[in-house]
């Protein structure tokens, strides 16, 4: 057995396989901060595999698994035919799977950096990129994820299926750097470089992240949007309810809902005409096809022209982002009451990272003797 | 001399104490005849119907029965601060929203707006509490 993967190859491995996993349990709201840490290292990753692409060992240099589809071609097929042979480095099937993943991670933290600056307007593009961008770059990195994960599947598989073949258990060179190879081919294990530009890389990725971490910046994230307020329509509305802001709905909601202001979902508000004038006035000019606000983008978005819903939670848009809520999370408090688990609803800017679910609040029992 | 200043301190206190009382005399002049604190608690207890089907409607459903507890409201389920003006000093100051909650609270709770008299009850009751 020679030494074939450095120490730095195989950290890197490791650590974005790890990354990953970690990027895809975490992509719900509440667990954003660190997805978007996550984000940040595996930018880091990838730049230390490019890095190491080129000043790294033998094996771990682009020069030694050039991208080749018709040789990975050949390669899958002299393999099915038991007659493919112990490749040193990465066979020319498994190069193509590292140069997709470089590429699909690299692509997944752009996607997620435009999101980030566009939807929540943090991040090294904070308020940089459109909201259209933004919802765009969101969609594609949903689907690249999916992609992400089809590649890693493949690749496990042809992991599987060329250890068998090969007779090389190519999981443990992973773990240990060793394989069966000619001892010229052995390489020094270069602990000390390329370990330190991982560990190097990873923190400041760390530090970029660490410097905007916590509460506050999920205020900020909020803050940033500033949204327009009314003195009048913060009174008014927060009598019965949450003073919705008007940005989550539509105008054609607003006037509707003023128009049946005698009939207010069982209530007659009996506004006078003058209040109810400025009140509409102000609901209009800040509804959701103003766009102040990704959420409001998004909800002006999901409604269809001909409707006017009455009810936020009757928008497509609020409906597709509380599927995955846990339902007993809205027994423990009133769909109505958004500030339950919006920590920014009262300002409407609902940022993502302002989301805690809410507490449970279990029914305490006495024990008497 | 010495009554005339009297005067000009009592009216900005008189002004202060006001809401309540005046409302009241506006009750009193709309027909309404004493108004007793025992009438108002039957008041904030009496069920009607839900047009809706559910549980009976009454004032305490939602303010609950005692008005220095913070009550709940019974569709949205947001916090109401108590009604009482010794816990909630903020309570009976401004008679404007007074009437506007008596109005918009009654309709709701029996379908209708409330007499003089249950408006006056219900006051004189409240700011006992």
Known sequence: ?369 | MNRLALLALLVPLLALAAPVDDLLQQYRAQGAKDFSVAAGEKFWEAPHPDPAGGEPRKCALCHTTDLRVTGKHAVTGKAIKPLSPAVNPERLSDAAKIEKWLERNCKWTLGRSCTPQEKGDVLVMIRSK
Request: charged residues 15%; glycine residues 8%; proline residues 5%.
């Open chain 1, 1 to 369: 057995m020679v030494r074939v993967w450095d120490v730095p190859t195989r950290v890197f491995h490791w650590a974005l396989a790890l990354a990953f996993a970690g990027e895809w349990f975490t992509r719900d709201a509440p667990q954003l901060q660190l997805h978007e840490f996550l984000g940040y290292a595996i930018g880091a990753l990838v730049v230390f595999r490019l890095a190491w692409g080129v000043w790294g060992t033998r094996w771990a240099r682009f020069t030694s698994f050039p991208l080749s589809p018709g040789a990975a071609w050949r390669y899958v097929g002299a393999l099915l035919r038991g007659r493919a042979g112990r490749h040193v480095g990465h066979n020319p099937a498994g190069s193509i799977a590292i140069y997709a993943l470089l590429l699909l991670a690299a692509l997944q933290v752009v996607t997620g950096l435009v999101a980030l600056g566009a939807e929540q307007r943090l991040g090294p593009l904070a308020g940089l990129p459109s909201l259209a961008a933004g919802s765009l770059a969101h969609d594609a990195h949903r689907v690249l994820a999916w992609s992400m994960l089809g590649v890693v599947c493949i690749h496990v598989a042809g992991v599987v299926v060329g250890s068998l073949l090969e007779r090389e258990n190519l999981v443990g060179s992973m773990l240990t750097g060793c394989k069966h190879a000619p001892a010229d081919a052995s390489v020094a294990a270069r602990r000390g470089v390329g370990v330190a530009l991982i560990v190097l890389l990873v923190l400041s990725a760390a530090a970029w992240f660490g410097l905007r971490a916590g509460d506050a910046r999920a205020q900020r994230a909020s803050a940033a949007l500033a949204l327009p307020r009314d003195a009048r329509w913060q009174a008014e509305c927060s009598g019965c309810h949450l003073a919705y802001h008007p940005s989550l709905l539509p105008a054609r909601s607003w006037q509707r809902l003023f128009a049946g202001q005698h009939e207010h979902f069982g209530e007659d508000l009996d506004l006078a005409p003058a209040a109810r004038q400025a009140l509409e006035t102000y609901a209009r000019a800040n509804a959701a096809d103003r766009f102040a606000s990704p959420v409001a983008w998004s909800i002006a978005h999901s409604v269809a022209p001909a409707s006017a819903p009455e009810r936020i939670t009757g928008t497509p848009y609020w409906r597709e982002r509380h599927e995955r809520v846990d339902p007993a999370a809205f027994k423990r408090t009133h769909a109505s009451d958004c500030g339950a688990c919006h920590r920014d609803a009262e300002s409407g800017a609902f940022s993502a990272l302002a989301i805690r679910v809410a507490d449970a609040r279990p029914v305490t029992t006495v024990h008497r003797p």
